[in-house]
Nanobody, 123 residues
Framework: QVRLVESGGGLVQAGGSLKLSCAAS??????????MAWFRRTPGKEREFVGG??????TYYVDSVKGRFTISRNNAVTVNLQMNSLKPEDTALYYC????????????????WGQGTQVTVSS
């Protein structure tokens, strides 16, 4: 099985920064072939695609975070989300996801996901 564990969430004031990390583990698949991404969810809303990175390093972002968030991959099993200039509307539970294919923007396209890490941005 594959396990994804997120970390780095917390409380930050508007305009501040946070860095989220996702560590992947498992024996079945080669993580070098996986696309990894971040989604976020607030109460009463569907999970929203935030950003993703392909196995080749190509990155994608939702328009609302473009220029503020940066997704990167340290190695085959670690992916990061650097969040700068945070806004109260960024408050959400952030999830790390993975799939053995290209980056997708739909939650149900992914094969694995973590339990999430909470990000709260105060005004």
């Amino acid at each position: 099985q594959v396990r994804l564990v997120e970390s780095g969430g917390g409380l930050v004031q508007a305009g501040g920064s946070l860095k989220l990390s996702c560590a992947a583990s498992g024996r079945t698949f080669d993580f070098n072939t996986y696309a990894m991404a971040w989604f976020r969810r607030t109460p009463g809303k569907e999970r929203e695609f935030v950003g993703g990175i392909s196995w080749s390093g190509t990155t994608y972002y939702v328009d609302s975070v473009k220029g503020r968030f940066t997704i990167s991959r340290n190695n085959a099993v670690t992916v990061n989300l650097q969040m700068n200039s945070l806004k109260p509307e960024d408050t959400a539970l952030y999830y790390c996801v993975a799939r053995r294919a290209v980056v997708a923007t739909a939650w149900d396209e992914y094969d694995y996901w973590g339990q999430g890490t909470q990000v709260t941005v105060s005004s």
